[in-house]
C-alpha cells in the first residue's frame, strides 16, 4: 500500500493546517490509520490514530487541538491541526495499521507515507 501525505507548509503561531493521507489503492479502509512527526533530533512520536469503526484517540500534548478524519470511499485521512505552536514543528507521517484497530505503538502500523513537513513560526 503506497500512501502519500501533504499539506505541510509553514504556518504562524496559532494557525491552522490541513494534512491529507491518501492511500493508492483501498486496502486502508478496513484498517486503522495513524499520524506520527518527527522533529529533527527527535524519534518518531504518535500523533492521534483513528480506528475503523472512527474511534479516534490522540496524544497527551495535541489537548484538543487536532482532529482526526477518514473518507473511506476516498482511502484518505485527515489531519486537521489548529492552534498551532512552534513545538509542532515535525514532519509528519501517516500509516496504515495491521487491523482494524490500533494504538499509539509504531510498531502497529505496517505501510508509512512519506511525510510532510510542518513548520509553525513564533
Known amino acids: 500500500v503506497q500512501l502519500q501525505a501533504s499539506g505541510g507548509g509553514l504556518v504562524q503561531h496559532g494557525g491552522s493546517l490541513r494534512l491529507t493521507c491518501a492511500a493508492a489503492r483501498r486496502t486502508t479502509s478496513n484498517n486503522a490509520m495513524g499520524w506520527f512527526r518527527q522533529a529533527p533530533g527527535k524519534e518518531r512520536e504518535f500523533v492521534g490514530r483513528?480506528?475503523?469503526?472512527?474511534?479516534?484517540y490522540y496524544a497527551d500534548f495535541v489537548e484538543g487541538r487536532f482532529t482526526i478524519s477518514r473518507d473511506k470511499a476516498k482511502s484518505t485521512v485527515y489531519l486537521q491541526m489548529n492552534s498551532l505552536k512552534p513545538e509542532d514543528t515535525a514532519v509528519y507521517y501517516c500509516?496504515?495499521?495491521?487491523?482494524?484497530?490500533?494504538?499509539?505503538?509504531?510498531?502497529?502500523?505496517?505501510?508509512w507515507g512519506q511525510g510532510t513537513l510542518v513548520t509553525v513560526s513564533s
Open positions: 483513528i480506528n475503523w469503526d472512527g474511534s479516534t
Open positions: 500509516a496504515s495499521g495491521l487491523r482494524p484497530y490500533a494504538g499509539r505503538d509504531l510498531s502497529e502500523y505496517r505501510y
